[in-house]
């Protein structure tokens, strides 16, 4: 290879950054080159193994096959035993101001410089092959390549855990994984086993109120809050500690797909969220996130109605708001998926000065865990040499040899105090950068126990509940009538039941009614199963406080953004015959507001319009689904229209768009297609008058409407209320 030809001669058109530049060197791009085994002689045949005879037995002497087979049979490493499906990207982060009164961690507090981040966003319970749709919390997870070490923020969309204290963990993930005897169901919660777990564990009431709410079906990696669910602490140079909550705010807002629509793109495209992120980067359509922080004076730490130490509570942002602090952007997509997506080892440990932990029991075993786990998943210590999780700054330490080592270290002493090396690598003072832990007064005793402090475990479940639309409250009842109807155990729905009354009644109600069954009056100190050995119940009894605060406007998606629609699908239905100037004018319109247009046509290849004019088609009816798209335009032109009427595949198309709430928009001169649909009948008589953007449904000769309100609608993402005024069939 010619020395000074760039190793990545594909390379995207994508942004540098420090981080994607030191991987440059670990590159390597077969474009030209000539076919070697892994020691670099070159091969003359690599399709037929070498043989005694044409017709005779393989010879053992054949290294090349040896070589070949050996290092196919060895491909594959344990999956994660959470998370274990992921998808990532690389990209940058920048805080918008010197954040340096409360850290010292020097990323946030320089706002010229510019870290790379490298973010894998994944799901929990399913397989690495299973689908991404399924209703599960989502990882959210971002590697800081600070010039003072890489910070992890090991986050979820979702601000609160399960669980309280990490001894549980291993048995939250045996209940929600696929049952032991048969490995059903995959990916999904909706079984025996989490349901018999979870209703037992009266702690997790609230995080179940966030999966069974949309929040665990998003539209898309890029529309998601992350949270880093425990409280950190900041510490600035003075050593003065605060406390504080991670949030990531994406600038798209926050959406998610109906249920009935998210188990159909499971099959469609049980690569959604994936592809949409690959392809809104590959765009240049860059997903945006700010870096939000709430912050507690240490002196302000029990002023609240819960424990700030206790991950199943979040800090409504009524009572400490959230400042955004700086951006991320996802900027380039991985060169390699298992070196980089599959490779790469978050750990909530790895924090740099300036960021420090508190005692959360939950945040104290996870950060046992998370090396633990990269020891088998990677194979061995050295996993820190892998490219993707290098820092970009040098590494010095007398840690030597294991598995793998890539490393030459030179000289003779690999220990400290060493005399010889004059103590090289040598300790940092604070005030040159070394961490140093906040000094944390502790005078305690041993003991196996929780504080009382930790023992209200409805108050937020319910103030999440009463933060919901209707629409919302609607979807997190569906939500667990199924989840609990797919439960074989009646005991287990109903001790469900007598959980969710602790938390609304009408809620309870509501389930009960779908499920078939009376809520038994389990008394309060009952619930909690989680006992030790010689515990008393009341030692561990639940307790059910009204909480001051009845509602958070933050904890609704209806009052997310909905003035964009950048990068939504937008699906243009059309045959032969097909009005091309309205179908362009809507096309460009949607384009230059950033949406993505795709023409779908009965057949591929081109279409033929009206005036002549051959248009390229991107899906057919065939290749194409409703549910991968936010919303659906039919323009005019008698001959499409008649096609597209007679298509049963179209009036399917629209069917499904208009019972997942999405917008719809048709010339006049196309009202005969969607009369051929079940809800024609249904139409507001006034569709035309200004109803669109309560209905989501226009049908108009006005261009303009056709370009700007539709825009409009289909930036308030869904219409819900079509579910509430309206039957919607499956
Ligand atoms: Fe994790 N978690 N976790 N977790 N977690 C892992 O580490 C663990 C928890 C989270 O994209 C594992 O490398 C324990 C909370 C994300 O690579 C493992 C406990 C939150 C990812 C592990 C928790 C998370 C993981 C599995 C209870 C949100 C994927 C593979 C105390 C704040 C990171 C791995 C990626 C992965 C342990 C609870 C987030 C086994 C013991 C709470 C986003 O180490």
């Not at 018999?196 to 998003?218: G, K, N, T, V, Y």
């Not at 507690?296 to 730490?301: G, N, R, S, T």
């Not at 109600?509 to 779908?514: F, L, N, P, W």
Request: with cysteine; hydrophobic share 40%.
């Amino acid at each position: 290879m010619d020395k000074k030809a760039p190793k990545r001669k594909n390379k995207p058109a994508q942004p540098e950054n420090d981080k994607t530049a030191k991987l440059e060197s670990f590159v390597a791009d077969s474009t030209g080159e000539f076919l070697t085994t892994n020691h670099g002689v070159r091969i003359n045949d690599d399709q037929n193994s070498l043989k005694a005879g044409e017709r005779g037995a393989t010879l053992l002497e054949d290294f090349i096959l040896r070589e070949k087979i050996t290092h196919f049979d060895h491909e594959r490493i344990p999956e994660r035993v959470v998370h274990a499906r992921g998808s990532a990207a690389h990209g940058v982060f920048k805080v918008y101001e010197d954040m340096s009164k409360l850290t010292r961690a020097a990323f946030l507090c320089d706002p010229g410089a510019e870290t790379p981040v490298f973010v894998r966003f994944s799901t929990v319970a399913g397989s690495r092959g299973s689908t991404d749709l399924a209703r599960d919390v989502r990882g959210f997870a971002v590697k800081f390549y600070t010039q003072e070490g890489n910070f992890d923020l090991v986050g979820n969309n979702m601000p609160v855990f399960f669980i309280q204290d990490t001894v549980k963990f291993p048995d939250l993930v045996h209940a929600v994984k696929p049952e032991p005897d048969n490995e059903m169901p995959q990916a999904a919660s909706a079984h025996d086993t989490f349901w018999d777990f979870i209703s037992q564990m009266p702690e997790s009431s609230h995080m179940i109120m966030w999966l069974m709410s949309d929040r665990a079906i998003p539209r898309s990696y890029r529309m998601m809050e992350g949270f880093g669910v425990h409280t950190f602490r900041f510490v600035n140079a003075n050593g003065e500690a605060s406390f504080v909550k991670f949030h990531w705010k994406p600038l798209l807002g926050v959406h998610s797909v109906a249920w009935d629509e998210a188990q159909n793109i499971s099959g469609k495209d049980p690569d959604f969220h994936r592809r949409d992120l690959w392809d809104a980067i590959e765009a240049g359509a860059f997903p945006e996130w700010e870096l939000g922080v709430q912050i507690v004076p240490e002196a302000d730490e029990f002023k609240f109605e819960f424990d700030l130490l206790d991950p199943t509570k979040l800090i409504p942002e009524e009572l400490v708001p959230v400042q955004r602090i700086g951006k991320m952007t996802l900027n380039r997509n991985p060169d390699n998926f298992f070196a980089e997506t599959e490779q790469v080892a978050f750990h909530v440990g790895h924090v740099v000065p300036g960021i420090d932990f508190t005692n959360d029991p939950l945040l104290q075993g996870r950060l046992f865990s998370y090396t633990d786990t990269q020891l088998i998943r990677l194979g061995g210590p050295n996993f820190h040499e892998i490219p993707i999780n290098r820092p970009v700054i040098p590494v010095h330490n007398n840690q030597r040899d294991g598995h793998m080592r890539q490393t030459i270290n030179r000289g003779k002493t690999s220990y400290g105090p060493n005399g010889i090396a004059a103590n090289d690598p040598r300790q940092v003072p604070a005030a040159q950068g070394g961490f140093v832990s906040h000094n944390e007064a502790i005078d305690a005793r041993k003991i196996r126990a929780r504080s009382r402090s930790f023992f209200d475990h409805f108050s937020q479940a319910r103030l999440f509940l009463n933060s919901q639309s209707n629409a919302e409250k609607n979807h997190i009842i569906d939500a667990f009538s199924f989840e609990l109807g797919k439960v074989k155990a009646i005991p287990v729905r109903e001790r469900m039941l007598a959980v969710l009354i602790q938390i609304d009644k009408d809620l309870a109600g509501a389930v009960a009614q779908a499920l078939g069954l009376k809520i038994p009056k389990i008394p309060l100190a009952d619930l909690n199963n989680s006992l030790p050995a010689d515990g008393k119940r009341k030692d561990y009894a639940s307790v059910n406080p009204k909480g001051s605060l009845v509602k958070s406007i933050a904890l609704s998606m209806a009052t997310t953004i909905k003035d964009t629609v950048k990068s939504r699908k937008i699906a243009i239905l059309a045959a032969d015959g097909v009005n091309e100037q309205t179908l362009s004018k809507v096309k460009d319109f949607l384009v230059a507001q950033g949406a993505v247009v795709h023409i779908i046509a009965p057949r591929l290849g081109e279409i033929i319009s009206a005036g002549g004019k051959n248009i390229v088609v991107d899906e057919s009816l065939l290749t194409a689904a409703s549910v991968l798209y936010d919303a659906v335009y039919v323009p005019g032109g008698t001959n499409s229209v008649n096609a597209l009427s007679g298509e049963a595949n179209a009036i399917h198309f629209l069917n499904e768009a208009f019972k997942h709430c999405k917008a719809i928009a048709a010339d006049k001169q196309a009202l005969q297609v969607l009369e051929s649909t079940y809800f024609a009948k249904k139409l507001p008589a006034e569709y035309a008058n200004g109803t669109a953007l309560r209905e989501g449904i226009l049908i108009t000769e006005d261009i303009k409407a056709l370009t700007k309100t539709f825009v409009e609608m289909i930036a308030l993402h869904r219409f819900w209320d079509r579910e509430i005024q309206r039957k919607i069939p499956a």
